[in-house]
């Protein structure tokens, strides 16, 4: 008997729990969630680190993810346009320290001196390259957090920023300034 009791208690009690009325909303549109959540630009710019472009998609700015593959991919290829050319010259190079005379420079550069140059030149815009693919990685990833942020700025018709000019009427100078109009 006490056990039939008991496990009538146990269902009353379930009954009531799942009973319960939500007074939330469950689901919130994706765009709210975003200007809401605290973690949106953190995780963006981490959304950016690992795929570049991956952040704007988040932020909803998929049209800025073909200008950061462009800006990468132009830099990638300029870097690999140079390392090319760089082994180019360097095998011409020590192919006539060794006493070859019988690669593709020969007729347009007879000097060694020229192909130390050329490998020089091609050395320095390689490493220029790498540079661009760093920084517009880096870039990336700072303007998925920036994107990320200006989502949460509050913009609304009570603030307002409208340009004044007063002229003055007592002197020949006029006055520039800015008028910020703020209704509470």
Known sequence: MKTKVFVLF???????????????PVEKSRKQHL???????????????????????Y???AW?????FAAIGT????YRHNQKELNRYRTAYKRRNAGYTDD??????????????????????????????LG???????????SAHLMQFNINDKLSVKPKFEPDLLGTESNIGLKVL???
């Open 10 to 24: 146990l269902i009353t009690i379930n009954l009531n729990v799942f009973s319960q009325e939500i007074t939330e």
């Open 35 to 57: 200007i809401e959540s605290p973690l949106t630009p953190s995780k963006a710019a981490f959304y950016s680190a690992i795929l570049p472009g991956l952040g704007q998609i």
């Open 59 to 61: 932020v909803g700015k």
């Open 64 to 68: 800025k993810v073909p200008l950061v």
């Open 75 to 78: 830099s990638v290829y300029s």
């Open 104 to 133: 593709e420079f020969i007729l347009l550069i007879p000097d060694k001196t020229k192909l130390l140059e050329g490998m020089k030149f091609h050395k320095n815009y390689r490493d220029m390259s790498f540079l661009f693919i």
């Open 136 to 146: 517009f990685y880096m870039l990336n990833i700072l303007d998925a957090n920036v």
């Open 182 to 184: 703020v209704k509470l």
